[in-house]
């Protein structure tokens, strides 16, 4: 694993019950990266996300995610792996009954944080993160979808993770509130962190280029290592519903 790279994955075999979804899975991604994730409904996008945070477990191959041995790792190591992962999906899963710092507030209490002062900073440097910060007393359902999304975003920062996986972030989303999340997850990598998100909105890789990889015939397929490749008009070449 080179220094600064933060997800490595060898001759990994990713599969759901008995089935091989993806096999001979090599994926090195460096620290501060942004990596879009594309490829057909049922390619195995959400499988290999899966094995990166460890919900999938990975028992063939190797892989080191942010320094954690994916094929040994225990259950309680997991919970830490996690906070080093920030996870968006495309279904905002706010707490429906409560408003937004509270939804904050109770994540961090979860995650150890005890001193009120440092709660109440941290919550307020993650929406303004976000630019909500005027929102916070909002319950989730006086947000649109766009602005609850980004209050997901705001509670996957919460404890500084290393690396964002985002699972279609702005499937639910109309095309100029996409453009902004994902205007907003690149402004987010720039500050270091490494962005993996999958998508079926072509569009964005040309409008904002990064890396592409494909998850196709159940192998991973590098489509585009740095930005300037990205240019190609993927929403020509293959449609991926
Ligand atoms: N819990 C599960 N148990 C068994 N098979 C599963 C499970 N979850 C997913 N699969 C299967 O694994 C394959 C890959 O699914 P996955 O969700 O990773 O694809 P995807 O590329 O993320 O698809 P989508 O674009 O629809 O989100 C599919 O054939 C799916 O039916």
Not at 98 to 126: M, Q
Not at 163 to 189: C, F, K, M, Q
Not at 210 to 226: M, P, T, W, Y
């Amino acid at each position: 694993m080179s220094e600064t790279s933060i997800i490595k994955l060898n001759n990994a075999i990713i599969r759901q019950s008995d089935n091989i979804i993806l096999k001979d899975v090599d994926l090195e991604i460096e620290r501060g990266e942004f990596v879009y994730l594309i490829g057909r409904v049922g390619s195995g996008k959400s499988s290999l996300l899966k094995t990166l945070y460890a919900d999938l477990p990975l028992k063939e191959g190797t892989g080191k995610v942010v320094g954690y041995y994916l094929p040994l790792i225990k259950n309680k190591q997991v919970p830490f792996l996690r906070r080093k992962i920030g996870i968006v999906f495309q279904d905002f899963q706010l707490l429906t009954d409560r408003n937004i710092e509270d939804n904050l507030h109770f994540v961090l209490k979860a995650t150890g944080w005890k001193n009120s002062n440092d709660i109440k900073s941290r919550i307020s440097e993650v929406l303004e993160k976000v630019k909500m910060s005027n929102k916070g007393y909002k319950m989730p359902h006086e947000l649109s979808g766009g602005e609850q999304q980004r209050m997901v975003i705001a509670r996957a920062l919460l404890n500084s993770p290393d690396i964002i996986l985002a699972d279609e972030p702005t499937g639910n989303l109309d095309p100029e509130t996409s453009d902004d999340l994902v205007r907003l997850l690149h402004d987010i990598s720039k500050s270091g962190k490494t962005i993996v998100m999958a998508t079926h909105q072509h569009d964005l890789l040309a409008k904002f280029p990064a890396r592409v990889i494909e998850c196709k015939d159940g192998q991973l397929i590098e489509i585009s290592k740095n930005k300037a490749e990205t240019i190609i008009d993927f929403t020509e070449s293959e449609t991926f519903d």
